[in-house]
C-alpha cells in the first residue's frame, strides 16, 4: 500500500518538474540544479519500488523505508506548490504591476519576506540529502531495480535421455580417460575442465559422464550442481551437502555447513559436476572447495563453463574446447 501511493506521489512530482513553465521558472531563479540533482535522485528511488512493494508485506525495515519516502514526497509537493505560487505571484506582478488583495491572501507573509533562494536552497538540499540516504540503504534492505536484474540462466540437472545422443564419442572416450586417472598425490581432487561456446552439449556430455556405469562404481560419492550465474558458496555447499548425506539439515553459516560437508567427503573419493560455471574469482572458488581437500586421492570436479579465467588462474593451461559438430 506505502509503495502505490510513494509512486502516485512520486510520478505527480515528476510530472510538475518536467512541465515547460517549471522549467523556465526554475532557470530564471537559480534552482535548477537543485532540482535536477532532486530529479536525478528520485529516478534511483523509484526503481527500487517495484521490489520494495514485494518485501514491503513481510519486511518491517522496508516497510518503514517506504513510510519515510512517502513523508518526503509530500515534502517535495509542498515546496513545489510554494513554488508554483510565487510563480503566479510573479506573472500577476508583471501583469497589473502590484499585488492584487485576492492573491495577496493566498500568499503566506513569509513569502514577501525572503527571496526565493534564501527559502528553497535550503529546503530542496535537507529533502534531496534525505533522499539520498534513503537510496543508499537498498543494499541494506536487498533491494534492486528489477529492469535491471540479469535474468537468471536456466537450471540444468543430470537425468539423461540417452536415445537422443548423437556424436561426441571421441570427447567421451578422452574425458573418462581423465575421470579415472589417480592424479597427482600433493591434491585429493582435480578438475576435469568442459569448455566450450554457449549451445554445443557441454551439460550434455557432463550428464553423459555422470551416468556412466563404469563412474558410478568408481566414485563412492556424487553430486551434481548446477550453478549458473550465481555463484553463491552457501547455496552449492547446501546442494553438495545433501546430495552426499541425504539430509535437507538448514545451515545459515557457512563454517558449519563446510565442517560438516568435510566430515562427509573424508577419504572418499567424491565425484563433482559443477555445471555452467561463470565464477572468475580465485579466492571464491578456494573457498567453496576447502572441504574437498579431506577427500581421497581420484577425486574430479567436472566443470563445465563458457570462462577460462578461474581455470588459467588454477593453472590449466591447455584447455580442449568443445567444437561444433558437423
Known amino acids: 500500500m506505502a509503495e502505490i501511493i510513494a509512486s502516485e506521489l512520486l510520478k505527480a512530482i515528476f510530472e510538475k518538474l518536467a512541465s515547460e513553465a517549471f522549467n523556465t521558472y526554475d532557470r530564471s531563479k537559480g534552482i535548477h540544479s ?26 518491517e525495515a522496508v516497510k518503514q523505508w517506504l513510510n519515510d519516502i512517502q513523508h518526503l514526497a509530500y515534502d517535495i509537493d509542498d515546496v513545489l506548490d510554494d513554488l508554483a505560487t510565487e510563480d503566479t505571484r510573479r506573472k500577476l506582478n508583471q501583469e497589473s504591476g502590484t499585488m492584487t488583495s485576492k492573491v495577496r491572501k493566498l500568499i503566506p507573509a513569509s513569502f514577501t ?67 579415472f586417472e589417480n592424479g597427482s598425490c600433493s591434491q585429493n581432487f582435480s578438475i576435469v575442465p568442459i569448455v566450450g561456446m554457449g549451445g554445443l552439449g557441454k551439460t550434455t556430455l557432463a550428464r553423459i559422464l555422470y551416468d556412466d556405469a563404469e563412474v558410478k562404481k568408481h566414485f563412492e560419492l556424487k553430486a551434481w550442481v548446477s550453478v549458473s550465474d550465481q555463484f553463491d558458496i552457501l547455496n552449492i555447499s547446501k546442494v553438495i551437502l545433501q546430495s552426499v548425506k541425504g539430509e535437507d539439515k538448514e545451515f545459515t553459516d557457512l563454517n558449519l555447513l563446510q565442517v560438516a560437508l568435510r566430515k562427509q567427503l573424508r577419504d572418499k573419493r567424491f565425484l563433482m559436476v559443477l555445471d555452467d560455471v ?28 563458457r570462462k577460462v579465467q578461474l581455470l588459467t588462474k588454477l593453472g590449466y593451461d591447455h584447455l580442449n574446447h568443445v567444437q561444433t559438430l558437423s
Not at 535536477?36 to 513481510?58: C, D, M, R, Y
Not at 561463470?278 to 563453463?305: N, R
Open 34 to 59: 537543485e532540482l535536477k540533482k532532486l530529479e536525478t535522485t528520485l529516478i534511483k528511488i523509484q526503481s527500487l519500488l517495484n521490489h520494495a512493494s514485494q518485501k514491503e508485506t513481510t519486511d
Open 113 to 179: 519576506n525572503l527571496s526565493l533562494s534564501q527559502r528553497m536552497h535550503p529546503k530542496l538540499d535537507y529533502i534531496t540529502a534525505k533522499f539520498e540516504d534513503l537510496e543508499k540503504e537498498k543494499d541494506c534492505l536487498g533491494l534492486i531495480n528489477l529492469k535491471d536484474e540479469k535474468p537468471k540462466r536456466p537450471y540444468q540437472t543430470s537425468l539423461l535421455d540417452t536415445s537422443r545422443i548423437v556424436g561426441r564419442q571421441e570427447e567421451i572416450k578422452e574425458l573418462l580417460v581423465k575421470l
Open 278 to 305: 561463470w565464477i572468475e574469482s580465485y579466492d571464491d572458488w578456494q573457498t567453496l572447495v576447502s572441504p574437498f581437500h579431506a577427500c581421497a586421492p581420484g577425486s574430479k570436479i567436472i566443470m563445465t563453463t
